[in-house]
C-alpha cells in the first residue's frame, strides 16, 4: 500500500508539471459545452449557411435536455475516446524508453503496485476531466433547453464512467505489450473500435458488450431507468477491465525486459 | 560472505552472453568487475541487481534465500535515465521513499547523501538540465541512499572527464568502509585505486576471480635482463630452469626463470662460460601485464 | 444576418475563455522547453491558429521527454 501510495503521488506530481491536470479537463468543457451550443443555435447556423430562399421555414424541432446530454455523450464516446487514448498512451512506454523506470523496478516494487498505482491515477485524471465536462454540460443545458434531474445526470455519469474504466485498461495493456506510443494508440484505439462494430454487427451476442453502456447512458437519461441490461453491460466491463489490469501485469513480468 | 553466485548464465536468443560463472562477494569488500566492451560486465551486473533473471544458476543472499533482496541493493545504470520533470531533491525523496527508509531517516539521509555527492547547491534545479556528470553523480546518490548492503555501480566512472573519474573514485573510496562495493569498468588503474579484489570477464567467462594481491603473485614470474661485455652467444641456451630467453641484441638478452632460486646459477652459468657480468636487473611485472595475459589466457 | 447579432454573448464568452485559456496555457509552456519534436517556432502558428486542437496536439505530440 505504501508503494502504492508513493507511486500514486508521483504520477499525479507528474501529471500537474506536464499540464495534463489542466488541459484535459479544459478540453472537455469545451468539447462538452459545444453540443449545447450549437443545437441552440442551429437554427441560425443553417440559415447562415443553407442560402435558402427568401421565406423558406426552418422548423427543426428543439431537441430535450436529455438529447442534448446523449448527443454529448457520443461526442466524448468518439472525440473524448480518442483524446484519452492519446493522453494514455505514454504512461508506461515513455519511461520504458527512457529507461527512468531502472530506478522504480531496483527497488522492493511489485509489478501489481507499478502497473496498478499508474492505472488509478491516470483514471482518476481522466474521470476528473470527463466529470468536469459532463457538469459543466449539465449547466448549459439546464439554462438553453429544459433541466434535467440531477439524479439522471448523475447515473449517466457514472455509467459512462465505465467505459473510462475500460479504456484506460486497455491502453495500459497495450503500453505494457508495445514499446511504440504510436502502435500503443493504434492499437487501443482498433481493439476499442473493433468492439464497437461487432456490437453493432451481432448485438444478440453482445449484449454485454462495453459499446453498450452509451445505449444504457441514453435509457437512463430517457426514460429515467436502468434495468438489468445496465448492470449486465456494467458488470462486464469492469470484469473486462480487471481482466485486462491482470493481463498487463502478467505480461509486463513476462515481457518487460530492462537490460540495455 | 554476502553473495554466492553459482553457475550463473544469461543467454540472448542465440547470443550467450555471459557462460556459467561462479563468484562469490564477501561481506565489507570492494569488487571491481573488469572486462572489454562485450565482456558481459552489464549482463552480470544487471542479473545482480535483480533487472535480468538468469538463464541458468543461482544468486544468494547469504542468510536472505529466495527473498526479495533488492531492499539490501543500490544499483546504478551504465547510462542513468532520470524523470527530467523532477528536481535532484524530488528525485531522491521518491527512491527513498521506494527503499521504505524512514521518513525521518529519509530527511536526513537526503542532506547527508547530496552534500556527499556535492548536488546541494542544485538540489532544487530540474534534473532535465543536468550535465553528464552531475546526472551520474545523482545516479550514485540514489544508489546509496538507502545504505543497502550491496552498491552495485555499472561504469560509474567511464562517462566522465579525469576531474570526475578521480572525484567519483574518492566518494567510492570514502564509502568502502561502510558498505559492500561491486562496480564494473575497463580501466585496470580504476579498480587498483579503490578495490581490492578483482573479477575479469571477457566473452562472458571468468577469467579471474581473486584479489589484487594474488593476481600479482601468480602472474608474476619474474623476468631478468643481462648485459654481458663479450657477446652471449647461446651461453644459455642449455639451461633447464629456463622458461623463456628473448635476445634484445647480441650482449643483452631478458629471460624468464622458472623459479627466482635459479638466478644465482644463471649468473654461475655465465661466469663458467666466460662472459663478463655488465648489467643485471630484475624486471618486476606490472599489474598491466599480468592483466593482460589474464585476459589473452 | 441580424440573428448572430442577437448571440447571447454570456453564453459563449466561457467556450471563448476556456480555448483562450489553453492556448495561453499552450504558450508558456511551449516557452519553458527547450526542446521540442520538429521545429520550435512551428508549433506557434499551430497553438494559436488552429483553435482547441492546436494546443491539445502541442501537449500530446509537441513536447520531448517531460
Ligand atoms: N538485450 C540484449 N539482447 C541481445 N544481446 C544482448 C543484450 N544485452 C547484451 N547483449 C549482448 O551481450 C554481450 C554482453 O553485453 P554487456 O552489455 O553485458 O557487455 P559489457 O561488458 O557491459 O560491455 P560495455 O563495456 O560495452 O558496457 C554483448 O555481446 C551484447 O551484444
Ligand atoms: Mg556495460
Redesign the pocket.
Known sequence: MRNFIILFNKEMKESLRNGKWIWLPIVMMVIGMMQPITSYYMPQILEMAGNLPEGAVIDIPTPSGEEVLIATLSQFGTIGTLLFVLALMNVISQERQTGAIVFVVVRPVRVFQYIVSKYVAQLFILLVAFAAGYLFTWYYTNFLFNYVPWILMLGSLGVYSLWIVLLTAVTLLFGTVLRNSGGIAGMSILFLAMLSLLTTLFPKYMEWSPSNLSTETSKILIEGEWGSSTLLVSVSTLTLSILFLGLAVYLFKKLV?F?? | MLVTVQYVSKQ??K?T?VHPISFSIGKGRCIALL?P????????LQMLAGLLKPTSGTIEFVGNKQIDNRSQIGFLP?HPTFFNWMTAQEFLQFAGELSHVPKKQLAIRLKETLAFVRLEDVRNKKIGGFSGGMKQRLGLAQALLHEPELLILD?PVSALDPTGRRDVLQLLDQLKSNMTILF?T?ILHDAEQVCEDILMLKD?RLKWSGTLEGLKKEYNSLAIKLQTKEPINGALDQLDFMEEIEYVDSFTVKVRLKSLANSNQLVQTLIENKRTLAHFELLQDSLEDAFMKVMER | MQTFTELNWALIAPLIGLQLILMIFALVNWAKQDETNGPKWMWIPIIVFVSMIGPVAYFIFGRKNV
Open positions: 525486459r537490460g540495455n | 540472448f536468443k547470443h552472453a572486462g566492451n562485450g565482456a558481459g560486465k552489464t549482463t552480470t551504465q561504469e564494473s575497463h562472458g
